[in-house]
């Protein structure tokens, strides 16, 4: 498995590094070598935030966690990580009925169950719109998200509120 360990606001040490390839040897298990992991260090005021996010086959998992010390948080995103591949596992299994799991098709992972239950449907009129006027209107509409046609792009994008009070854009890729 490819690692790499990015730091933000830090340089991230030696002893980080190599405790991020100890603890993603777990995860390297279900994949093989083929994947890769983004491993991101963050420091700011009172905490340490460490985002790890695995790319394998056009599948992604991705966990953030907080805590005084680095290594903590990263033991948390390895942890969660897992977890969210043997959840992820287990429900391939059950949909396929097999027990093999690096065989199943990364597009029949995400095929919705029968436990999912859409509750509301709602359709938008979408107009070509900045960025900054697409932020403006979630704000108002006091939403976390936000769909639009982006006029720089003439692409259907999302603009939505992080968690640390930046906003985010999702700009598709399609090929």
């Known amino acids: 498995m490819k690692i790499t360990v990015i730091g933000r606001k830090c340089t991230p040490r030696d002893s980080f590094k190599e405790r991020a390839e100890k603890r993603l040897k777990k995860v390297e298990k279900f994949f093989g070598s083929d994947a890769e992991a983004k491993v991101t260090a963050t ?18 998992f991705r966990s953030q966690e907080r805590a005084q010390n680095m290594n903590d948080a990263l033991d948390r995103c390895a942890d969660s990580i897992v ?59 006091d939403h976390q998200f936000y769909v639009f046609l982006n006029s720089a792009n003439d692409k259907i994008c ?5 968690k640390d009070g930046g906003y985010g854009l999702i700009i598709p890729d399609i090929d």
């Open 43 to 60: 420091v700011e005021k009172n905490e340490q935030i460490v985002e790890v996010t695995i790319f394998h086959d056009g599948i992604i």
């Open 83 to 141: 977890r969210q591949i043997r959840k992820n596992k287990t429900r391939v299994e059950k949909k396929l009925r097999s027990g093999a799991f690096e065989a199943y098709d990364a597009i029949d992972a995400f095929e919705p169950e029968d436990d999912y239950d859409v509750v509301r449907s709602k359709e938008i009129a979408l107009k070509p719109q900045s960025v900054d006027e697409a932020i403006l209107q979630m704000n108002l509409l």
């Open 158 to 162: 999302v603009v939505y509120a992080r």
